[in-house]
């Protein structure tokens, strides 16, 4: 499990702040509280994935100009993986090697929003720790609107300073002598058989959201990440010579990323349903080429209850350096010779997900308060079935049986 | 197809130029009292809701990409 003192001191502290923000809400014109959790169940013979994330979020607006928040989030992780990843030409039991292991990640973050008239300014910091990885980010966003409202434009900034926990080898060291880590005993410590790799982050962003009719809008967004460090898995061992020989994963060091998104929404009066429909282009130096297409309706079944339906498409190709197999003889210069990956989103994939979303709301009257506490409170339910194909991926040559994914979500909030 | 054509990639380029060109002309204007069905939440193109945080965050760790999500944006903008 993750430092324990220290996520005791988290949650004191988020608990000191929610009472501090608690009182000021006393005095504020509106403060809400949200509190998500989510379940993850990935099922498998062999390596099955369950993660459980529940979140709290608490944001109160002091003044008309200025809104605090605060949130706390985990990530609740256990399950089996295989520590080695070999091809089909493998002689290495690959399907043997899974292990077990259980996870936790907290995250706590803060910040703020600042609103003038038209335009509105945000910042936040998140930290985040569990017992192999540790996270600082820093975040800006600035938004305006003009031509009447119709046109939004919002930029945004984030800035993160990462670190984890690999087996102490030294920079000189060739790759193919890396070894991969066994456990997380010693991480961020002064043990001498560990060390901390460092990981930055820049992530740009910019959206445009254009308002056409009283029933259409459309919004644009484009992204862009520059990644810098140790990006592999510091547990993940690749069979990379026919003998059997294994190293740690070794990926490049930096990677940018682009990506542009189009997305419309269409009221259609008749049906009394919103339709949406999106896609997604996104391209990366890695030579990972990615596809999504989603569509989606929402629609009000009751005056206080709405329900989504959502279908989803996503293609990718592979990167440069994937190969199912690394012990075919590649040139030493080449990518797959230089670089070595076990990683399945880095193979050749596509996924088809469809889910939907329940939101059941109560809107509270001047002087009747919803559970004579609230001015709004609602709940929400979904599920979502996420189905992925490998198109070249294996454990030794076999199809893992790890490719469909359930997740179940539920939600309150509520605002006072 | 590994990517998209050129002919594709020229056309998106080409639709997004227009209709940047249009908004920015004003040629669309929705006024104040006509945003009601844009300010209800179906039309949001970011809820925040917690199943799509939860979603996004599943298929970041499941997928080679990431970015191009939604932002804020299609309120109301009554006042």
């Given at each position: 499990m993750?430092?324990?003192?220290?996520?005791?001191?988290?949650l004191a502290a988020l608990l000191g702040l929610s009472v501090v923000v608690g009182a000021a809400s006393a005095h504020a014109q509106a403060a809400s509280l949200d509190l998500n959790s989510a379940l993850f169940v990935e099922p498998s013979k062999r390596s099955g994935l369950t993660v459980w994330n529940p979140s709290a979020a608490l944001a109160v607006t002091p003044t008309n100009w200025l809104t605090v928040q605060g949130g706390y989030e985990a990530d609740i992780v256990s399950g089996a993986s295989e520590s080695v990843k070999g091809g089909r030409l493998s002689s290495v039991d690959i399907v043997s090697s899974a292990t077990h292991f259980s996870d936790a990640r907290h995250a706590l973050t803060g910040g703020f929003t600042v609103t003038r008239a038209s335009t509105h300014l945000s910042g936040s910091y998140t930290y985040g720790t569990e017992h192999d990885y540790r996270s600082n980010a820093f975040a800006v966003s600035a938004g305006t609107d003009f031509l009447q409202k119709n046109t939004q434009i919002e930029l945004s900034y984030g800035r993160g300073f990462d670190s984890v926990c690999t087996t102490a080898y030294s920079a000189t060291d060739a790759p193919s002598s890396r070894l991969a880590l066994d456990n997380s005993q010693g991480c961020f410590t002064d043990d001498k058989k560990r060390a901390s790799r460092e990981i930055s982050l820049n992530n740009f962003q910019v959206g445009w959201t254009q308002t056409w009719t009283p029933v259409f809008a459309t919004q644009m967004v484009l992204s862009a990440a520059l990644q810098h460090g140790f990006l592999g898995n510091p547990y993940r061992s690749v069979v990379i010579a026919s003998a059997g020989d294994q190293a740690l994963e070794n990926h490049p060091e930096n990677r940018a990323r682009a990506a542009i998104g189009l997305r419309g929404k269409y009221y259609v009066r008749n049906l009394q349903t919103a339709f949406s429909a999106s896609a997604r282009f996104y391209r990366d130096t890695w030579d990972i080429f990615g596809q999504t297409y989603e569509v989606d309706a929402e629609?009000?079944?009751l005056p206080w209850l709405r329900v989504l339906l959502r279908a989803r498409y996503y293609t990718q190709t592979k990167a440069l350096f994937w190969s199912d197999d690394y012990t075919g003889g590649e040139p030493a210069t080449g990518p797959r010779g230089q670089y070595w990956s076990g990683d399945r989103e880095l193979s050749p994939l596509s996924s088809y997900l469809v889910g939907a979303r329940a939101v059941a709301t109560r809107e509270g009257r001047?002087?009747?308060?919803?559970?004579?506490?609230?001015?709004?409170?609602?709940?929400s339910v979904g599920f979502d079935l996420l189905k992925t194909n490998l198109r070249d991926f294996t454990l030794g040559?076999?199809?893992?049986d790890d490719t469909l994914a359930l997740l179940w979500s539920l939600g309150v909030r509520g605002e006072f | 197809m590994k990517y998209l054509p050129p002919r594709v990639v020229k056309a998106l380029g080409l639709a997004i130029g227009t209709l940047i060109l249009v908004a920015s002309a004003g040629c669309a204007t929705v006024r104040p009292e006509q945003r009601a069905i844009l300010a209800d939440p179906t039309m949001q193109f970011d809820q925040k809701a917690a199943?799509?945080?939860?979603?996004?965050?599943?298929l970041d760790n499941r997928e080679g990409s990431t970015g191009g999500g939604s932002v804020r944006g299609g309120g109301c903008g009554c006042n």
């Open positions: 993750a430092d324990q003192p220290g996520v005791r001191r988290w629609r009000y079944m001047p002087g009747q308060r919803v559970f004579g506490l609230f001015l709004s409170f609602s709940g040559g076999h199809a893992p | 199943d799509q945080a939860a979603l996004e965050h599943v």
